[in-house]
Every structure is written in structure tokens, then in C-alpha cells.
């Protein structure tokens, strides 16, 4: 903001000067009188009698016409008149009547005070034009002696100066509310700060030098300092815009400024004033203003009411700024949202599509347990920490965001040791609360000169890249390429398919696959184990589709299938005859987190009429680890229904061996895992003894998943585990199959 010069003749504040203690006399404006009288006597004798003289401390100065015309011309002239002093007979007997109404109507003179002279005492004007047109007073010219010419001047220039202050705030008032919606367009601090001097401007009149001061700007754009700066200069002060409080070298204007910040309130001093806009949410605003002369008491009241209305404007622009804050920022990191770093990514991309430019996520590995494990509050400054550490990495022309709880967005120029160095960042552990704890991060990157694409697509691919990652063992970063996105893609088509397949009931089938005791391979029991074959008679194996299913959901409906139609089975063999073997079902973690889950099951079951003691439950450790409480009371309410559970893959989660003896599981499957790696040389402190160990301790049912070998049988059978399931015995098969292969297995003996 360069000069306000603001047009408006008058100058507030010296029009609410009052008669009160003068402060400067001299430079005072005169006031205008004008004297319209045919008679060149009586302008020479009023010359005379008005010489020297002063009122309320301020010269007169007399301005001359002969004719009404001549009147009109110097009044046109002069916009200031004070005071007329009229004739009123002149070219007509009553010219000075009819100018009067010109004055009053056509000129639209309303402040202007009129007193009328007539030579003769019968030319009195009617009382109705004396009210009519305001006429202050009726002389006949020789009632106008020194004296009483000056005593009816003085009451007239004082009635006009009266009038003209009521009329400068009523104006004030009015431009109060008239521009006071204006205060409430900015939509940050230094708009606000502009249109805030403006109205300041327009408000005291004239040339105004001030400077608004208050928060620094880029507190908004994520940094924390709010730290008062001048944000708007006008007059003599326009080229401190952006100096810093503490860098102002303008003693006085500091002065003024911190006055006003020390006591949060209006400091008027004699040639200038610091108005305290308000604090809201540790931000303030001030304005200093030099005055021309000292503020009266009601110059004061209107710049204070000018003020609330200023504070109002200041308050409402820092809320904005705090939303819009909310809305694109971290307020943990401060840094910018997922959805701020694709509106600058899509801003900035005809410059970072150039070369050069990576886009990439970085992720914590484990954030969540650490979170827990370290308390929120730690995990919060871990955040804090590894902020830190990015943004010095990729340097200030770079962008770095909090994309997700626990992954940072990078756009960035990499040097010349490529985008892995960033990684590096996590090589030294970090410090929290005097702690120091590794953390290890993996990466997903995208080439912007390479991949086309808006911020949204660029992002979505660096994630697929950091997925890949993540399921890459010893490389922790990728960059996105072609093939990945094809192989999404069949990822996305294999979904709608299971989907269709599981609507229409087509494609997918139980298979069973016998359980067997280690002392005489009869048949306790069976496993059910999906298979999906698609119309075009492709196979896709469940380690393949269950884990998609799992990732969206659909897992919970193929589950309800898988209990209903496992039901359905055994009572088709009961039908049949068959033994009245149990049958395990696999239960993934998705279910087990449907609140309805056991009501839902319990309902099949209790329909189909099965006897609940048949099914058993296969649940992975790391699902009981989840949420041991809730997992708790589920596997309780199970139980009390009749059903078994066993803990599924046991020994490959991260669970501890403890919280097997704090859930009611009836059994425990070694993962096949360890069952492979069993050998005579091995046999003695492998996991696999150790789990049966353990179960045996605390008196659970074991069962060795995945047995190959006669050697593994009979290891485990020394160990002591008491039922194998494996391709020794058989594989899984349709439920015809096992129907046969139980007939045979009966009559073998
Ligand atoms: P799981 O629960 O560990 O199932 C046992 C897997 O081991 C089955 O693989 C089975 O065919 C395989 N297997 C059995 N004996 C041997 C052996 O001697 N050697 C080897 N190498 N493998 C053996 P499958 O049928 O491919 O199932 C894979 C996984 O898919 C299952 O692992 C289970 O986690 C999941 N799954 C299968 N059916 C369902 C289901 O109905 N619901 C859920 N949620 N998951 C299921
Ligand atoms: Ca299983
Ligand atoms: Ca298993």
C-alpha cells in the first residue's frame, strides 16, 4: 500500500475540536463569512467593525458580493461558508429572501448560518420563512453595532461549528456501518490488514501515516511463530511493510506499538495513538496512527467504537485463518494435509514435471504399535522428530507432508545419491523423552518427468510402489513402474469376480481335508478349506483371493457362506451316516471384528440344526491379538454356545506365548512352518517342541498342520502331539471324496 489520500475535504477530527482548551491556534483554517449587500457602505463599515477579530481562536475572513448572483457565484466557490450576512432588499424588495430558498434548496447549504439585515424595520421576513428556511437572525442594519454584530457572528459561527460536528458523526456513524462489512471480506491477516488502514483512512480523512502490525502470515502456512510484524504501512510509514517488531528501528513507532501490547488496550499519546485490535488465540493486531493534533474526548469515542468494529474484522479473519489451517494442515507436524499436498503438487506441476522432481510416501513401519507401546503423547513427538529430520533432508524448496497418520508425502529434487538417501534419515534412532528408538521407514516413488498424471494419481501410484515395497524383503523403497499398476488392476477384476461368483452361488466349494489321530490315523476330524474355480475353469488359490477379500471386506460374506454351507455338509453326512467327526472353519480377523459376529453364528448354527461341538474355529493368533479384551469375551461367548477354537498358525505372529493361556482356546495347530523344519537333529529345541510344551502345560489339545514326511509324523508323535494333518494323510477334497476316503480309512483296520 503506497499513499491513501483520501479526497474527503474535511478533517474529522478537527471539526470535534470543541471551544474547549485550544492546543494550536494559529494554523487554524479562518472562518468564512460572507457579506451580500448592495450597498458598498455597509460591506465597508462590516470591514471595519469585524477587523482583528477572532472567534473560538480562529480568524475571520470576509468574502464580498453585491447581487444575489455575485452571492451564488462565491458560495459555489466556497463550499465553507459559515456565516451570511444577507440583505434582504437588493435588486427586488425581497432578492434576499429569494436567496435564500436558493441557498437553502438549490445549493443544498443546510449548515450554513443566514442572518438577514434589512434598513427598514418594515421589511420583516415572515416568521414562516424565518423557520422555513433556518435563519439564524433578523437585524435591521442599525441594531448592528460593533458589539452586537460580533456577539450574533460569534453565536452563528458557533452554531455552525455545532452543526457541522454532529453532521461529521452522524457521517461517521454512517460510514461505520456502511463500510463495516468490507471488515469482514479478507480472508487472511494481511488482507485484513490493508482493508483495515483504508477504513482507517476514510474514517479520520486526509493523508493518514500508520502501520498495522500482527501476526506474521506464514504462522498460517505451518510454522509456529507468531511473532508480530508490520503488515500494512501507509504515508510515511508504506516502507516498513514485512519489518519485524523486533527489527523496527523507528524508536517511537516501537515505542507506541509495544505500549499498546503491554497494556492491551488504546495508548493515546499527544501526536499519535496505538489502537489494540484484540488478542485472539495468542494473535494480536495493532495499529499506530499518527494524529495532527491531540484526539478529544469524542474523537476518542468514535475511533474506540471504530475499533470494536476493527477487533470484530481481526477476530473474525484469524478464525479463518484457523479453519483454513485445520483444513490443509497437520496440527501436530504443521505440516500440510494430504489435500494440501495435492493442491500444491497439481499448482506446482508444470515445474516439477520438467526433471528431476520425485514424488514419494514415506511409511513408518509399525507406527501403531509403537504408538502403543510408547504412549500417544511419545508417538506424537516421534512424529515431530521425523518431520524434522525429512524437511532438512529434502531442503526448503521442498515439500513435505503428513499424508496419513503415519506416512510423510515428499516432493523433492533428490542430489546425486538418489532417492534412497532419504531413507537414511532413519538410520540413527530417534530420541524421544530421552529414549532412543530405531524406527525403520519404507518408501514408494514416482518419477514426475516419467508418469504422467494429476497429484491424486501420483500419490496413488507412489502408494502401490510403497505396497510393493513393503512386501519386498530387503529393498525398502521402490519406484512405481507400468507393470505394477497391470497387476493392480487384475487385482481389481479378480474382485468384481468373487464377487459375482459369491452372489450367484457358482464357483465356490468347500474342500475337506481329513485331520487325523497321531496313535491310529483314524479320522477325528477335518478342516474346510475354500476353493474358488472360475467359469473359464481356472483355479485361484485362497492364499491368492482370501487375503483381497480381507483387504475390502468381502471376506465377510464368503465367511457366512463358509459357516452356512459347512453346516449344510454335516448334515448331509449325518444323512448319510457318517461319523460324527468335527469340522474346523477358518475365521479371518475381518470377521472376528463384526460386533454382530457371534450372534450372526450362533443364528446359523441354531438353524441348521448342527450340534455345535461339531465346528471349531480356526482363529490366527495375531487375530487374538487385535483386542485381547474384546477377542476375549467373543471366544467366551463361543464356548458357551457349544463351540471349540483353536489358535490357527500358531508360532508365526508376534503374539506373546502368554496370551494362549488368557484365552479359552481347546487346541493349538503348529504352522506348518515349523513342522517342515523338524529333523532329528533339530528335534530337541525347536519351536515346534516348545509349542507343544507349552500347550501341553496348560492343558490344550495340539495338532501339527502341514505333516509331509513319516519322519515328521513320527517325531511329533515322540513329542507327543496327539493329531496330525498333512499331504502324509491326504489332501483336501471335495466332500464326496472324503465320504470314500473315510469308508476306506474305517475299514483299513
Ligand atoms: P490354513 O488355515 O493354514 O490352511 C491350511 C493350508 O495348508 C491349506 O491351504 C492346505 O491345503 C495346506 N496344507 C495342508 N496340508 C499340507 C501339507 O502337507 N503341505 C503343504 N505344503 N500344505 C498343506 P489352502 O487350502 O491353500 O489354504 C490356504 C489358506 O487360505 C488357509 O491356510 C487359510 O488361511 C485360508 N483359507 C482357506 N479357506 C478359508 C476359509 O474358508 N476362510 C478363511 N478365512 N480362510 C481360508
Ligand atoms: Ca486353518
Ligand atoms: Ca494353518
Redesign the pocket.
Known sequence: MKTLAVTRPEEFIEFLEDDGPVHVVSAERPWKVLIVDDDPEVHQATLFALRGVTISNRKLELLNAYSSEQARAVLEAHPDVAVILLDVVMESHDAGLTLVRVIREELGRRDTRIILRTGQPGYAPELSVIRDYDINDYRTKSELTHTRLITTLTAAIRSYDQICALDENRRGLELLIETGNQLFVPRDVRAFAEVALKHLAGFLGGALNAVFCGPSEDAGEGRDHDELRILAGCGVYCHLEGVSLVDLDNETLRDSLRSGLAGQRHVFGPGAACLHLGRIHGKEALIHVDLPRPATDLARRMIEVLCVNLGVGFENVVLFERLRFFAYYDPLTRLPNRKRFLDRVDEEMPALASGGWILGIIDIVRFSELNDALGHRSGDLLLVEVTQRLQLAVGANALVARVAGDAFGLCWRPEEEGVSAILDVFNAPFSVRGHAIPIRARAGFVDLAAVPGGAVELLKRANLALSHAKQAGNQHWRFFSGEMESSTQNRVRLLTELRSALHQGKGLE??Y?PQVASVDQALVGC?????WVKASGEAI???VF?PLA?YTGM?VD??DW?IGEACRQIVRWDAKGLPGFRVG????AA?FREPDFVAKTAGVIRESGVDPSRLEL?I?ESVAMEDPLSVARQLHELKALGLRVAV??FGCGFSSLGSLNRLPFDRVKI??AFVRELTPETQGDCIATMIIKLAKGLGLEVIA????TDQQAQLLREMGCAEM????YA??MQAEALEHWVMCSTQMP
Do not use: C, K, M
Request: proline share 5%; no cysteine.
Open positions: 468347500l474342500h481335508q478342516e474346510a478349506l475354500i476353493r488359490s485362497p492364499d482370501i480381507e471376506i464368503i465367511g463358509v472353519i477358518n475365521i479371518s470377521q480356526e490366527t490357527d498358525d504352522d506348518r498342520e502341514g505333516v509331509e494333518q498333512g499331504f502324509l489332501r483336501p
